[in-house]
Structure formats: structure tokens, C-alpha cells
């Protein structure tokens, strides 16, 4: 024990003469001897346990009270030391008593305004509500979309905002949207939690993850990897005894062991690069990832959520994220199948569609002037029926595909032309699509045919999310491309 800890301990078990105490006042002008002393103050009433805020404000009122008797109590002390002190010891005493008790109000002012800070900050995070609230409040992500979603913390609406903390979907799926962009959508049951704005942890369950460029750096942790997105789609899926599925839907991601290996010691795994098409597999402790098989089944429910298709009902089939699922690689005869083709494109020039309002789609004659102006941002999709084999052009026996497709946000223009589909390929079709030069695109009803005669059909909803769609399979290659408004995201701050 040194011997400030011996004075310290003195003082606040019988108090100090008023020589001691005018040289130990000195010594708490240095903020470090003063924070010793309330920590060692806090030791003796073991106030680390007990202290609350309100009781906190009522003791150091309390003390303050009593200061006068505890001042007058020196003397006895002071009368004690003088039985065994000498004449010159006391003629020291009377002359520094006078200053004693303004200086023993000050240090026991000192030492309870201490204790009060620091029993202040020694308040577990999880006690005040105050704090969990301000921590929702910073409106990290919010809500997007949920269906038939059970929540652990109860209901949660449609559009409320999320902060920091644990987030338990208990049944159905639901869809986090990040102020940097970032889009996470969870799949029952999962439990999932918010670190900041671009560090996350999946603790249990699956998810799937679009990262545009304005989150690149988007981090997930797991029990077993962690995976740092490059701007890019991906899912992951982490079982019940932490095991982790990692599956690269597009672009690239980084990915490392994380946490203790089997041994104790920290994992020192090389950051590996993962490209689309690629899936690695780790155990907790286990210190190493391995490549398996590229497999998306289990994201099929979540994917097309996190790309912005809410529903697709009758045919309608949004197909599996990869490499080998993109137009012209991927081909399917019985459905009317939804490629997601390009995101956060922002126009430099405006591009001519042919139908940009609610309504049935008729074929337009060329001085059509709907156009999506220069500037605007928005993402794509391609919805194609490709027909088994070569049927005649009018033949009445071509069989019918329907169903329906509603989006995240509104339509603002369809594109089903040969011509407007082949120009607007390099803009808004996927990097990695083979399109066709042959005939493409879809025979709408003209308006001076009979309703009855059997042409394709394009009805965009009042809100211009939902998309009715009755094609039959003919010679040619159905298809029709979809264009969606979306919001400019700002870049991580």
C-alpha cells in the first residue's frame, strides 16, 4: 500500500489532523488524485452496486446537511493527539484550525461530487431507458416492407425507424432499409443486430444484403465469418450452432474467420475475395472457410424483396440470383420470369418509353413523346416469356401465361419494342446478360381490335406499382422492360 492510499484510507475511516489534512488538500489539486479518492470512496461504501441517480442526488444532499457536525466532531480527534503531542505541536494546531473547516468542506465537497460522477458513468447502459431510447432515435434504418412478420419486441408498423440494438423476427420477412442505401432483408426466425450505421452482426437466421456504392464497406459479423460487402448482393445464413453459409449473388465481397479458434487463440485468417457465383462455409472456432457449392435456394423468399419486388403472383417467377440466372443464359418456358437487371442508374440523357401512365398498354404510334428526363434515377427489371420451340405467328393455339408482379416503388415507364429493348441494353440491361438482336418485346391489343382477339396484355396499376400481365408464347421472345424511380442515396458520411 503506498502511503496516499494509507492517507486516503485514514482519512475516510477516522479523518486527519489538520496538519495532514492541509497537505493532503494540496495533494488533491491533481484531478488523478482527486478521481483515487472517489474511486477508493466508492470501494468503502461499496457504492458501486447501489448508487442510482436519484439516490445518488439525495446521499450527496444528505452529506452536505451533515457537514457542520462532522466538522465539530474533529475535535475530540484533535484533543486526543494533543494528550501524546508537544507544546509546539499544539501551538500548530490552534493556529491552522481556523482553516480546517473550510477545508474539509471542500474536500468532502470534492470527494461526493466524484463519487456522484462517477457512480454517474458506472450505470450499466441497459438500465436507463433514456439511453435505449436515444439510441432508437438515431434512425439507422427503418422498416420497408414486412410480411406476416412477428416481431419478439411485439408489432411493429410498416415505415418506423430502428436504431441501435437487437432486432428478433420471430416468423415472415421484413426489410431494413439503411440511410447509406443498404438494404437488409431478414427471414424468419432471425436474430439480427445493429452495431452503427455500416457494422452489423447476423447472431442467428437468414438474410440477404444489396450494397450500392454509397454503403461499399457495409460489414456483417457472424459467430463464425465476417464479411465486408465491395457494393455488391449477397446471403447469408447462420444455423443454430453458429455455422455460416456465405453466397455471392453479384459483384464481390471480403470475407475473413472471425473470433477465438477451438484453441484459444485469435484467428489470423487472410481476408479472402469472394466473386458472384462463389459460397464458403465456416464453424465457430473453427479458424478456416471452405468453398461449397453456389446454392440459393434458401434466399429465394428474401432475395426478391431486397431487390424490390414485393410480390410476384400466378406464373410470375423472379429468378435465382448468380452468374448463370441472367437474361440470355437462363431461359424458362412456363413462366413469366423477372431478371433484375441494373440499380442506382442515373440518366444522362432522357430515353423514350412506351407507356408511362397507368392504363393498358396498347401499341403507340411513333410521335409518341413519354419520356423519363435526363437526371433521373432508377433501376430496371426485365420480364421475359421465352416460347418452347417455333409457333406461328397468329396461331390461335398458343398457350397463355398471366400473373403479377408489385414493386417497392412506382413504375415510370415500360419498355416492350424491339428497337427501344436492343437501345437501352447497354444502359440498363445486366453487365453480364446475352441479349438477343432477333424480334423481342410483346404484341399489345390495338385500340381498334376486339378485346376478344388474343394479344398480349400490359395493365399498370393506378399507383403504378402493380403490373398485370397476360402473354402468349409465339415465335418471338416475350419480353418487356420495367422502370423504377428511386432515390438518390448520399454517399457514408
Known sequence: MTPHQEKIDQYLDSGLDPEDAAQFEQW?????????????AELHGDLRRSLQRRSVQKEAM?????????????EPDTQRREQTSSNRANLAASTTNANWHSRTWFILAMTTAAIFLFAFLSIPESEPPNRQRAASSQRIARIAYQQNAGWLSGSRATGDEIGGGMVQLQVGIARLDFSNGATVTLQGPAKFEILSADRTRLHQGILTVHVPGTAIGFEIETPAIDVIDLGTAFGLAVGVDGETDVCVFEGEVQVSASGKTSRGKTSNSKRRLLHAGNAVRSKPLDGKIESVLYETNRFKDGWPVTSGVLQATGLMKFVSPGPDFVPGRYEDNEHIVVFAERQGITLESEIPVDLASPGLYQRLHRHNDQKIAAGTTVRSYLLQLDPLGTRERNSENKPRVTGQITFDKPVIGLIAGTARLTNTDMLLGHPDGQYKTTRRGIEPTRKEENLGIKRDAVILSEDRRTLSLDLSAGSAVDQIRVIVEEPEQKPNG
Open 62 to 74: 444528505a452529506h452536505f446537511r451533515e457537514l457542520p457536525s462532522q466538522s465539530n466532531e474533529i
Open 28 to 40: 488533491l489539486q491533481a484531478d488523478q488524485n482527486l478521481q483515487l479518492l472517489a474511486a477508493s
